[in-house]
Each structure stands twice: as structure tokens, then as C-alpha cells.
T-cell receptor, first 111, second 115 residues
Framework: ETGVTQSPTHLIKTRGQQVTLRCSSQ?????VSWYQQALGQGPQFIFQ???????GRGNFPPRFSGLQFPNYSSELNVNALELDDSALYLC??????????FGPGTRLTVL | AQSVTQLGSHVSVSEGALVLLRCNYS??????LFWYVQYPNQGLQLLLK??????LVKGINGFEAEFKKSETSFHLTKPSAHMSDAAEYFC?????????????FGKGTKLSVIP
């Protein structure tokens, strides 16, 4: 069974640019969530997708958007990058159970 | 609104000593509670979870946690620390309702193990 994978591992962008992060969920998992973890902080919930629809969102502006595909993989898009967007972005997948399984994350640096 | 407070951003213990990491939660509905561990430059790994069954929950690597409703606590313990336990530990809460897997995390406790 393949776990949650994310790409790329690291990414460097400049302020104002746009970025796309990708996540492949664990086999059989139809729900994907994205979290932002700033340095020295706990992860913060960005949003959740279930069967290609966003069905939950945290306190993040609209320039954070996402997609979920029919194979349940997902993308996180961030427009107009700001310095404070520098963080580890974690993807987590779940099925009908009560546990989310996290990927290794993408480290985004905004210069 | 849910919240999690982890007391102590940094805890140091000697190898072989008891590990105690504290977590208090706030939730208006019955919660599901989780402990995750994060090693440097890695994602989160589930240690254990409470989902309204037994109040004493056993997890991986010898860790356990006890849900105490009266104290709104879910402290993580391990009888004997090992060097490999050095990592950051996060407590998280989730509403025990259907549909949303949204987790609210604490700020984390970094555990150092002294040889």
C-alpha cells in the first residue's frame, strides 16, 4: 500500500509569483486535506476536499485554492505569494475512518 | 471553537526516564484526540488516537495517553525514554462529527533525550 506522497520536496519562489503543490493520496482514500505549518508552529488547516468538492475551509484567503481529481489526488495553488507564505505544506488523506495520514510535506520558501 | 494547549514548548528528559507531554483541549462537542510525532524535515506520523472508546489509549513505540474529560486533558506518556524518541510532538483535536477531518493542532512540544 502506497502512502501519501507530495511533490516537489522543496520549492523557492519570489514574492508575487504563483505556486502549485501536488499530493497523491493513500490508496482508497477519498478525502484530502491541506495544512500549512510555519516554522516553530503547529499545522493549520487550509481546506479539505471530498470527491472533488471543497467541503471545509480554514481561515485562509481566497488566493489559496485547490483541486481534487477523480483519482483523488490533489493540488494546492497559491497566488500572489507573500513572504509569510513560507512554510511546510502538508497534505493528509483519509477514507471513511477517523484518521488522517500525512505526507512528508513540501517546503516552500518565498523570497 | 476548538483549541489545544500544549504546556511546555521544550521538554528534556534523560534516557530511561519517564516522558510526560501535556495537552489540554477545548471543545464544545465530544472530541476525537490525536497525538502525532514529527521528526526533522518529515511529515506527521500518528502515535495514537482517542475516539470515545477506552480512555487509556496505547499507541506505537511504547507511548500511551489517557483521556480525562473532567480535566479536559490528553497527556502523552512513555515509561522509559529512548534516544530515538527525540522529535516534536503535536496534540490535535477534531470534532467527533461526520464529514470533516479538520484537525486543530497545538503548537507542539519538542522532546530532547539526554544520554
Amino acid at each position: 500500500e502506497t502512502g501519501v506522497t507530495q511533490s516537489p520536496t522543496h520549492l523557492i519562489k519570489t514574492r508575487g509569483q504563483q505556486v502549485t503543490l501536488r499530493c497523491s493520496s493513500q490508496s482508497g482514500h477519498n478525502t484530502v486535506s491541506w495544512y500549512q505549518q510555519a516554522l516553530g508552529q503547529g499545522p493549520q488547516f487550509i481546506f479539505q476536499y471530498y470527491r472533488e468538492e471543497e467541503n471545509g475551509r480554514g481561515n485562509f484567503p481566497p488566493r489559496f485554492s485547490g483541486l481534487q481529481f477523480p483519482n483523488y489526488s490533489s493540488e494546492l495553488n497559491v497566488n500572489a505569494l507573500e513572504l509569510d507564505d513560507s512554510a511546510l505544506y502538508l497534505c493528509a488523506s483519509a477514507s471513511s475512518g477517523d484518521t488522517q495520514y500525512f505526507g512528508p510535506g513540501t517546503r516552500l520558501t518565498v523570497l | 471553537a476548538q483549541s489545544v494547549t500544549q504546556l511546555g514548548s521544550h521538554v528534556s528528559v534523560s534516557e530511561g526516564a519517564l516522558v510526560l507531554l501535556r495537552c489540554n483541549y477545548s471543545s464544545s462537542v465530544p472530541p476525537y484526540l490525536f497525538w502525532y510525532v514529527q521528526y526533522p524535515n518529515q511529515g506527521l506520523q500518528l502515535l495514537l488516537k482517542y475516539t470515545s472508546a477506552a480512555t487509556l489509549v496505547k499507541g506505537i513505540n511504547g507511548f500511551e495517553a489517557e483521556f480525562k474529560k473532567s480535566e479536559t486533558s490528553f497527556h502523552l506518556t512513555k515509561p522509559s525514554a529512548h534516544m530515538s524518541d527525540a522529535a516534536e510532538y503535536f496534540c490535535a483535536v477534531r470534532n467527533a462529527g461526520a464529514g470533516s477531518y479538520q484537525l486543530t493542532f497545538g503548537k507542539g512540544t519538542k522532546l530532547s533525550v539526554i544520554p
